[in-house]
C-alpha cells in the first residue's frame, strides 16, 4: 500500500512557474511506474508525464514536453512536476499516481494508475 501526497500548487501569472511534489509513504517507490494527471472543470483527467523510478526514464505528453519536467528524488521517497512557461490552459487539479506494484508502468493509460493523491490545484492567471 501507498499513500501520496501532492503539494506545491497555487496561483501563478501566464509564463510562470512552479514546482509540485508528490512525497509518498508505505513502500519505497523502486517497484512502482509514477506519473502526473490533470484534470480542469468539466474535463476529463489527463495524462501529463510519468516517470519510471528505477532508471528514471521519462515520458510526456505533447501538449507540456519541453515546458515541464519530472523527477524523482529516491532519498526522499518523492516525485516531483516542475512547470514552466505556464499558460492558462494548464490550470486544472494536478494529481500524482502510482502504478501497480511491480508493473513498472509510467504511460498514459490511466486504468494502469491505482493509488492517488488528494491533488494540487494550480491556476495560470493571463
Known amino acids: 500500500q501507498v499513500q501520496l501526497v501532492e503539494s506545491g500548487g497555487g496561483l501563478v501569472q501566464a509564463g510562470g512557474s512552479l514546482r509540485l511534489s508528490c512525497a509518498a509513504s508505505?513502500?519505497?517507490?523502486?517497484?512502482?511506474?509514477m506519473a502526473w494527471f490533470r484534470q480542469a472543470p468539466g474535463k476529463e483527467r489527463e495524462f501529463v508525464a510519468g516517470?519510471?523510478?528505477?532508471?528514471?526514464?521519462?515520458n510526456y505528453a505533447d501538449s507540456v514536453e519541453g515546458r515541464f519536467t519530472i523527477s524523482r528524488d529516491i532519498a526522499k521517497n518523492t516525485m516531483y512536476l516542475q512547470l514552466s512557461s505556464l499558460k492558462p490552459e494548464d490550470s486544472a487539479v494536478y494529481y500524482c499516481?502510482?502504478?501497480?506494484?511491480?508493473?513498472?508502468?509510467?504511460?498514459?493509460?490511466?486504468?494502469?494508475?491505482?493509488?492517488w493523491g488528494q491533488g494540487t490545484q494550480v491556476t495560470v492567471s493571463s
Open positions: 508505505g513502500r519505497t517507490l523502486s517497484t512502482y511506474g
Open positions: 516517470l519510471r523510478w528505477i532508471g528514471g526514464i521519462t
Open positions: 499516481a502510482a502504478s501497480r506494484v511491480g508493473t513498472y508502468y509510467y504511460g498514459g493509460r490511466i486504468s494502469e494508475y491505482v493509488y
